[in-house]
T-cell receptor, first 112, second 116 residues
Framework: GENVEQHPSTLSVQEGDSAVIKCTYS??????FPWYKQELGKRPQLIID?????GEKKDQRIAVTLNKTAKHFSLHITETQPEDSAVYFC???????????FGKGNQVVVIP | GAVVSQHPSRVICKSGTSVKIECRSL??????MFWYRQFPKKSLMLMAT?????????EQGVEKDKFLINHASLTLSTLTVTSAHPEDSSFYIC????????????FGDGTRLSIL
């Protein structure tokens, strides 16, 4: 089955700096990779996703890159703000029926 | 759009009680709904996939007789934790997606279940 690894588990950055979270996956058949942001006590919110037919996608301060050969994908947050502080989860599709395998999450702390 | 409502948000009950959790898609028809379990500071663990009008598909290690799932309509799925015990205490969260294939999943607010 699909195994998703996420690193680092905790990341502290100064406000204004960039944050990068990396995930690896094991199943070469995976073709959909979403990223979710979960603030304390709240629901996971989809912030960006990428499909295997593209290598990079950007939405304002957030970007995701995908390397299918190496089976890893990364989330990039630029010009970080205190409200970016949250747990970020990566996920990879298990099959074509929308099932997802999630990484363990990354606690991002933006220091004002 | 794509709002998912989950109810109740918090349940505290005695051991042996059965607890029903509802997941509703408010502004779209959800072809598929998913049920996850999340332990403190841990990831989301997929329990089962629920398709409207058919039996749920359970992940390996998840007892289908323990966690009953019903997906009666395109906007409602329910998870019933039967004869709950303290080890069933956890955060249960549902998600819903539109259409077929790999579509974005939209999550509910989750249910904190505490079994005494």
């Amino acid at each position: 089955g699909e195994n998703v690894e996420q690193h680092p588990s905790t990341l502290s950055v100064q406000e204004g700096d960039s944050a990068v979270i990396k995930c690896t996956y094991s199943d070469s058949a995976s073709n959909y990779f979403p990223w979710y942001k979960q603030e304390l006590g709240k629901r996971p919110q989809l912030i960006i996703d990428i499909r295997s037919n593209v290598g990079e996608k950007k939405d304002q301060r957030i970007a995701v890159t995908l390397n299918k050969t190496a089976k890893h994908f990364s989330l990039h947050i630029t010009e970080t703000q205190p409200e970016d502080s949250a747990v970020y989860f990566c996920a990879a599709s298990i099959d074509g029926n929308n099932r997802l395998a999630f990484g363990k999450g990354n606690q991002v702390v933006v220091i004002p | 759009g794509a709002v998912v409502s989950q109810h109740p948000s918090r349940v505290i009950c005695k051991s042996g009680t059965s607890v029903k959790i509802e997941c509703r898609s408010l502004d779209f028809q959800a072809t598929t709904m998913f049920w996850y379990r999340q332990f403190p500071k841990k990831s989301l663990m997929l329990m089962a996939t629920s398709n409207e009008g058919s039996k749920a598909t359970y992940e390996q290690g998840v007892e289908k007789d323990k966690f009953l799932i019903n997906h009666a309509s395109l906007t409602l799925s329910t998870l019933t934790v039967t004869s709950a015990h303290p080890e069933d205490s956890s955060f249960y969260i549902c998600s819903a997606s539109k259409g077929l294939g790999n579509q974005p999943q939209h999550f509910g607010d989750g249910t904190r279940l505490s079994i005494l």
